[in-house]
């Protein structure tokens, strides 16, 4: 190879890498650039580059270049390649692992399921089970149902996204989000309110509201947090419950 070809390989390797290196970027950035950012560009870059390269060597106007002898082995192509390929391994192994109330372990799940019927119990007066319907045979199909509970029974259902949003302030004491783990906490109250009898849902709602304060202290929040979240639920509950007027809490229900 003339230097002249060397150097052109050359830069064709380091565009490839600069490619790649835009690519996994692309992967890991928020989800704001990503939608920002044209996809199209990529993979255009993509295939140009690997035209180029092919039809960049040899130019046939050119008196046919002698034979030369098979390229060196050079230990940094065998690097490359092996760190395009964990590189590729290890964004197809991050977007095929379990994710969210699938990650946690069953053993975590019970515990999680022991502590939302306890809490369910003392709200029903009654024993009752709290079961976390991770194949959506109950909840989660229909819109507005992200829980279900027999009225006056001793058996309630909540979605994965509920559980695992309560699982992680009662096991692992975190708040993902404010608002998302005050809606956990008003779905299992409303669904305990149901287990102790109650029909109306717009009466669940408020008395869940005003018990989703003890639950939020029992699951590890201070009271004045609890309060915080079970106030926003109620400001919020008109527009959350939309066109279904009767989840809409009647006009004097307070939060303490
Ligand atoms: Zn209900």
Request: net charge positive.
């Amino acid at each position: 190879m003339t230097s002249d070809l060397r150097r052109r390989a050359r830069l064709f390797r380091i565009a490839r890498i600069a490619v790649l290196v835009i690519v996994i970027a692309f992967f890991l950035a928020p989800y704001g650039v990503r939608s920002w950012f044209p996809v199209w560009l990529l993979f255009l870059l993509q295939r140009d580059l690997s035209e180029l390269g092919t039809w960049g060597y040899w130019d046939p106007s050119e008196p046919t270049p002698p034979v030369v002898a098979e390229p060196a082995f050079r230990w940094i192509h065998v690097i490359e390649a092996v760190a395009a390929v964990a590189i590729v391994g290890t964004l197809l192994y991050a977007a095929s692992r379990p994710s969210g109330w699938n990650a946690v372990s069953s053993k975590r799940q019970a515990q999680t399921e022991a502590i939302l019927s306890r809490e369910a119990s003392a709200i029903a007066r009654h024993p009752a089970t709290v079961t976390c319907d991770k194949k959506g045979v109950y909840v989660g199909f229909v819109q507005d149902a992200d829980g279900l509970a027999e009225v006056g029974g001793d058996q309630a259902f909540l979605t994965p996204e509920i559980c695992d949003t309560l699982y992680q302030l009662a096991v692992k004491h975190r708040v993902q989000s404010f608002s998302r783990t005050g809606r956990a906490i008003a779905v299992l109250a409303h669904e305990s309110w149901h287990l102790r009898g109650e029909r109306n849902e717009g009466l669940a709602n408020c008395y869940g509201f005003q018990s989703g304060v003890g639950i939020g202290v029992n699951l590890g929040l201070s009271k004045s947090r609890a309060r915080a979240m079970m106030r926003e639920q109620l400001a919020t509950n008109a527009s959350d419950s939309g066109t279904n007027v009767q989840y809409r809490v009647p006009s004097d229900c307070r939060v303490r």
